[in-house]
């Protein structure tokens, strides 16, 4: 049973555009939703994260959207940049130790 | 300041065959987590461990072992590895648990393949 769905799993932008990544969580468990960056051959690094009290929160040019009452939440890069290239991952913790993540999506930026 | 740091970088192993994969991290954290990542199935947990000298399994622990003898490492077996095993290993540690303000720190993986 996959607890956490994120779609699309490839995405393609054009620079200056704006890239959503959508996550879907059943487990009403969980209380903590934050997002990963993944580059090629490193590991994933922490890039925002939200808690369910708030409907919204803003890094930057990212934004979550978090919509409790339909368990779903997403990510917005606000003027994507080549640089934004990467493999982004969703996941939802619970406070007992273990994050569940979703099967991530490749976001490509072009020129 | 390291963080996290795992060992070897790549292996290539026979089906059947043993190895152990280090992590460590120098951020004094509490937990340590074995992920794999393999194509389109996003970071699959392995196994865990909440302290030093405590484990415990995860999503997906069949045909792993691990160890956590001290607190800043945290070691990852194959007894007998299978061509199912090929995949890209990640360690990760966090301060306490993955509550907020707690967030995963990951190493930059070991690409393990399995003949």
């Known amino acids: 049973q996959q607890q956490v769905k994120q779609s699309p799993q490839s995405l393609i932008v054009q620079k200056g555009g704006i890239s959503i990544i959508n996550c879907a969580y059943e487990?009403?468990?969980?209380?903590?939703f934050p997002w990963y960056q993944q580059f090629p051959g490193k590991g994933p690094a922490l890039l925002i994260a939200?808690?369910?009290?708030?409907s919204e929160k803003k890094e930057g040019r990212f934004t979550i959207s978090f919509n409790k009452s339909a368990k779903q939440f997403s990510l917005h890069i606000m003027d994507s940049q080549p640089g934004d290239s990467a493999t982004y991952f969703c996941?939802?913790?619970?406070?007992?130790?273990?994050?569940?993540f979703g099967d991530g999506t490749t976001l490509t930026v072009k020129p | 300041n390291a963080g996290v740091t795992q060992t070897p970088k790549f292996r290539v192993l026979k089906t059947g065959q043993s190895m152990t994969l280090l992590c460590a991290q120098d951020?004094?954290?509490?937990?340590m987590y074995w992920y794999r990542q393999d194509p389109g199935m996003g970071l699959r947990l392995i196994h865990y461990?909440?302290?030093?000298?405590?484990?415990a399994k995860g999503e997906v622990p069949d045909g792993y072992n691990v160890s956590r003898l001290k607190k800043q490492n945290f070691l990852l077996g194959l007894e007998s590895a299978a061509p199912s095993q090929t995949s890209v290993y990640f360690c990760?540690?966090?301060?306490?648990?993955?509550?907020?303000?707690?967030?995963?720190?990951f190493g930059n993986g070991t690409r393990l393949t399995v003949t």
């Open positions: 939200i808690r369910p009290d708030v």
């Open positions: 487990n009403t468990a969980f209380d903590y």
């Open positions: 461990s909440v302290g030093e000298g405590t484990t």
């Open positions: 990760a540690s966090s301060y306490s648990g993955t509550g907020f303000n707690s967030p995963l720190h």
């Open positions: 951020m004094n954290h509490e937990y």
């Open positions: 996941a939802a913790n619970t406070n007992a130790g273990k994050s569940t």
